[in-house]
């Protein structure tokens, strides 16, 4: 959806930055500019700005920063739509309908509405006399009426027609709720009278499936018996997409402690939520996609996997980790012992145990080390040498020598071997997969940037000069919006290195040709708030003459890094050697 300019700077304008940032934070005066202990980060002393001249903020230890609309994503977790409706209702503005759009926002409204209607009445079934079934195997899973009702959990009568049926006294069409995938179309026959259609979810306890706006997006079914398939979920429609969707996040994102409990079926995250951890999720009966990963990453900034103990929850859990590492979280994994899962693991030995075991969780490395060993015998000198080189491998892979050093002297003492000549192995492995001279190199860039930066801008570490010049210029730029039409003359985004800064150029260049300025509250439409967050602190931190001059220094420099992006590439193919080396190893089954 689009959003008026004017409706923005209509928000923007009643919805004065300082006086919504002190409903949560205790501002002092500091010069021009407000100082708060951070929201976003624990800290013991002030580093949080608001600049009232400016309207935007920024965290000098987080790096956290941006505008109204952002300070009020980030806070309350709200996606930019949202945080656009909670400031306007704070405001007293109305938000702009969207009654005009096009056919498909008429329809996903119809969808939600013929969702929540059906949610309705699995839940009011699910109550009913008729119902029994239904609650009785809820209440033999240890749920709580409080659980049942907060989770809007249902019974799908065992018929075909009953919620066509209702649906249709309530006006929609079957062409509706088959795009709705609550009704399906029979395959033989082509009229589209009642008799062909028929209710997908029979004979199932219904979990809704929620989003984090609290629309319902779809539904899973479980059977009560053994019969197949065990699970049911919605078919993808204009609402929802399986791989893009978790369950419960809705109320795990609230749980605010920048952690999530990753498991893998709905009954797990209904028992954790119900022994007080609020904070599980599950995806929607698939493997963990990026998708997911990246949204798990809007909301916390590290995931405790727990899957079930079986092999095929533990090979789960192995392309789950790669995955979350990807989008930039940190990961624990769960060992759950003596159950195949958390929900029964917290019937067996309730919740306090839990809590032990989620504290006890062991880093992915500590993980991975686990793994390699299960079906070695240690006391075989043999085997112990095959571990030994795995466990060195694993140990490769890790970027900090302290961390590292670590993981080698538990080793050490678990094989009674000494810590140098694990460390001497790993540090092997690292040169044989690497040219050193090279590595060192990128380690240099690397130190220089650090922190947040690389996540936002990983292309920043081997573009140092060029980056920093294209940060220059976007200071330079948004300072100085006259200088817009003159730099078009001389610099494109084709010229810009890095990818993130080309896309910041590009989104800056849009709003200067259309509004003659670029506005921050703008930005979200385009980018995530840890990208705003980037893009605050580079206005904020660098340091610029605002002199035409400086500009087409700028510009030079970055036309003049054509040769060190040739040294970039060449880099870039190390890496590349070096993974296709670790393939290679893979295929071959051993280490070396
Ligand atoms: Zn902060």
């Not at 095959?386 to 003492?413: G, N, W």
């Not at 300072?479 to 890095?498: G, M």
């Amino acid at each position: 959806m689009s959003i008026s300019d004017t409706f923005l700077q209509e928000i923007k304008f009643r919805c004065d930055l300082e006086s919504i940032v002190s409903r949560y934070v205790d501002l002092k005066k500091n010069g021009r500019a407000l100082k708060g202990l951070c929201p976003f980060h624990s800290e013991k002393t002030p580093s949080f700005l608001v600049h009232p001249d400016e309207q935007f903020f920024h965290c000098f230890g987080c790096g956290a920063g941006g505008d109204v609309i952002t300070f009020i994503m980030k806070i309350e977790n709200l996606d930019y739509i949202d945080a656009l409706k909670f400031l306007a209702e704070k405001a007293g503005i109305a938000f702009p309908d969207d009654q005009a759009d096009d056919g498909t926002t008429v329809l996903r409204r119809k969808i939600l509405e013929m969702n929540r209607e059906a949610a309705k009445f699995f839940h009011g079934y699910l109550l009913s006399s008729q119902g029994l079934k239904g609650l009785n195997y809820l209440k033999d899973r240890k749920l709580s009426m409080s659980t049942i009702t907060g989770f809007g959990l249902g019974y799908a009568p065992d018929k075909w027609d009953s919620l066509l049926k209702h649906l249709k006294s309530k006006g929609y069409s079957e062409e509706e709720m088959c795009e709705a995938a609550l009704v399906s179309r029979r395959r033989t026959e082509n009229s589209s009278t009642s008799e062909n259609h028929y209710d997908q979810f029979r004979n199932r306890v219904i979990y809704p499936i929620i989003d984090v706006r609290g629309n319902v997006i779809a539904f899973g079914g479980r059977v009560l018996d053994n019969s197949m398939p065990k699970y049911l979920n919605s078919a993808d429609t204009a609402v929802f997409k399986k791989s893009r969707c978790l369950y419960a996040l809705n109320r795990a994102k609230n749980g605010n402690n920048n952690t999530m409990i990753l498991c893998e079926g709905y009954m797990d995250v209904i028992a954790l939520h119900q022994a007080g951890f609020t904070n599980s999720i599950a995806t929607l009966g698939t493997s963990l996609t990026i998708e997911q990963a990246r949204l798990i990453s809007r909301y916390a900034k590290e995931v405790i996997i727990s899957y079930d103990s079986d092999s095929a929850g533990q090979n789960a859990s192995k392309r789950a980790i790669g995955l979350l590492n990807e989008a930039g979280l940190s990961v624990k994994v769960l060992k759950i012992e003596g159950s195949k899962d958390p929900d029964e693991y917290i019937k067996t030995y309730g919740a306090d145990k839990f809590r032990l075991m989620l504290e006890k969780s062991g880093s992915h490395i500590e993980y991975r080390l686990e793994q390699a060993k299960v079906k070695l015998d240690l006391k075989n000198p043999e085997q112990r040498i095959t571990y030994l080189k795995d466990a060195a491998f694993i140990l490769s892979t890790i970027e900090s020598p302290i961390e590292c050093e670590v993981y080698a002297s538990k080793l050490a003492h678990e094989l009674e071997v000494s810590i140098d000549a694990i460390l001497s192995e790993v540090t092997s492995i690292k040169k044989k997969g690497f040219i050193s001279k090279d590595k060192l190199k990128i380690k240099k860039q690397l130190s220089v940037t650090g922190g947040i930066g690389d996540r936002i801008n990983p292309e920043k570490s081997r573009n140092l000069k060029a980056a920093n010049a294209e940060e220059s210029i976007l200071v330079l730029l948004y300072r100085n919006p006259n200088y817009f039409d003159k730099l078009s003359a001389i610099l494109s985004a084709d010229d810009f290195l890095t990818n993130f800064n080309r896309k910041v150029f590009e989104n800056f260049s849009v709003q200067l040709s259309e509004y003659g300025d670029v506005n921050l509250s703008r930005l979200p439409e385009k980018f995530n708030v840890d990208e705003i967050g980037k893009i605050t602190d580079i206005l904020e931190k660098r340091q610029v003459s605002n002199k035409w001059n400086e500009m087409s220094d700028c510009v030079a420099i970055i036309k003049n890094q054509s040769s060190d992006k040739l040294l970039g590439n060449e880099l870039d193919i190390l890496y590349k050697m070096r993974k296709e080396n670790e393939q290679e190893k893979k295929k071959t089954g051993g280490i070396y």
